[in-house]
């Protein structure tokens, strides 16, 4: 047997399936910049910078330098003791973010942070309701989990108790509508907020929602939305949290997806880009948020709190981000991504929807334009062809939507990098419309 099918048959023996549907049936022996390899040696671009994490590709060398120094001097503490790297990089994010964010927790996961965030949240406001967006993505953990609407609910026994969906204000499918046909989101907020209001038992405690839905189909609310949500939150005593797991750190073309509404969150949550690919988490809030925690006793004691290794990494993460002015780059490879997505667009009637910001952008397959009818074998046809063909490529299968591929390179990814990725997506997407 070749090594890759040696390997294919101890997977299936042995490995646990966790992601409901197969492997990607490659093996991968090594990853560098845009692209990982095969130990069969096929080279794939990697559309998806592994998953949404590897912001400055694979194998960035400054973060290898910095892994290989740490882990010699420096890797795993008592939780309780603190190292320059952990206190660093908690002052620098701090420094990337508006007044009154600068008390930062660091951890390992996105769930683990948004589970840090929420019992922080409960804790200082006294209640434990939590409201989320209907497609919404927060984690695999306890409250994560039950914050999280997109996938994963079913046979699982109950959720934590308090949490509740509001409706996504999607501006492709909207539900809420003006004369005009487009989305009323103010109607739709508001209607929200009274069925909030109706099963609520007067302990609300927060709202943790994505600034771009990513999981939920590359959702952006428009301008204006969080500013009224959080209005909506002010009103019932809760803390808004924003989850930018996907979208913080230079990803959209700004440091941080929230400063487009001019909305400063109650406590921030990051992870997944902080890390550049490894486990690396963070809680933001604000001083006086910290104070009356902390004065309540807020306990959040993990093996991994404050680890100095991956804290050294994440320096060297705002080092490239800063140096090399990647929310610039993604501005501008963004803006070259959506013209050459809007084109195959335009070739192809079967592309119902292009949106996103900056290097992360969504593109909606319907297999009739007018009534935006989907089709999940025609995505899932055009991710095996593009596989076929060397692009890996995400997409997401939800209810109600055919597939939506989320668009994420690296932000080091260059224009010939991203004109080869569009190539193979649109010849994919030529191949498997011919065939409707």
């Known amino acids: 047997m070749s090594s890759a099918a040696t390997a294919w048959a101890d997977a299936e023996r042995h490995l646990v399936r966790y992601g409901g549907g197969m492997f990607t049936p490659e093996i991968i022996e090594r990853a560098a910049g845009s692209f990982v390899f ?15 994490s590897a ?21 795993h503490l008592y939780s309780g003791m603190l190292s320059r790297p952990v206190i660093d990089l908690a ?59 997109s996938a994963g609910r079913k046979g699982y026994g109950p959720a934590a108790p308090g949490n509740f969906a509001i409706p996504v204000p999607h501006t492709y499918r909207p539900d809420f509508t003006s004369a005009d046909g487009s989305l009323d989101w103010r109607r739709q907020l508001d209607f929200a907020f009274d069925l909030i209001d109706a099963q609520s038992t007067g302990s609300l405690a927060a709202c943790l929602v994505e600034p771009i839905l990513s999981s939920g189909g590359v ?39 929230f400063e487009r509404d001019g909305v400063v969150p109650d406590i921030l949550t990051l992870s997944k880009t902080l890390g550049a690919g490894l486990p690396l988490a963070a809680v933001i809030t604000s001083a ?52 050459g997505l809007l084109e195959i667009a335009a070739r192809h009637p079967v592309v119902g929807d292009i949106r996103g910001r900056g290097l992360l952008a969504g593109l909606e397959l319907v297999v009739d334009g007018e009534t935006e009818r989907s089709s999940d074998a025609l995505g899932a046809q055009v991710t095996r062809r593009c596989l076929e063909l060397g692009l890996h490529m995400n997409i997401v299968q939800l209810a109600g939507m ?8 690296p932000l080091t990814a260059t224009e010939e990098e991203l004109s080869l990725g569009l190539s193979i997506l649109d010849e994919a997407i030529g191949e498997a419309s011919a065939g409707l």
């Open 55 to 75: 912001i400055l590709g694979h194998s960035h060398p400054e973060i290898v330098a910095t892994v290989q120094r740490q882990v010699a001097t420096l890797d």
């Open 91 to 149: 002052r620098r994010l701090a420094g990337t973010l508006p007044a009154p964010l600068e008390k930062a927790l660091l951890l390992t996961t996105g769930a683990e942070s948004n589970e840090a965030a929420l019992r922080m949240a409960k804790l200082v406001t006294g209640g434990h309701e939590v409201v989320s967006f209907a497609r919404s993505w927060h984690g695999m953990t306890q409250a994560a989990a039950s914050a999280t609407y």
């Open 219 to 257: 959702i952006e609310p428009p301008p204006g939305y969080f500013a009224a949500l959080k209005g909506k939150c002010r009103e019932r005593g809760m803390l808004l949290i924003l989850d930018e797991a996907q979208t913080g750190l230079c990803r959209t073309g700004t440091w941080y997806a």
């Open 38 to 52: 095969t130990t069969d040696g096929r080279k794939i671009l990697d559309f998806t910078s592994g998953q949404m």
């Open 288 to 339: 006086e948020i910290e104070q009356e925690a902390y004065e309540r006793g807020f306990l959040f004691f993990t093996t991994h709190v404050s680890d100095p290794l991956v804290a050294a990494v994440g320096n060297t993460v705002l080092d490239v981000l800063t140096r090399d002015r990647l929310d610039e780059r993604a501005r501008s490879l963004g803006a070259f991504l959506r013209e």
């Open 402 to 409: 055919g597939g939506v591929f989320r668009i994420a390179p």
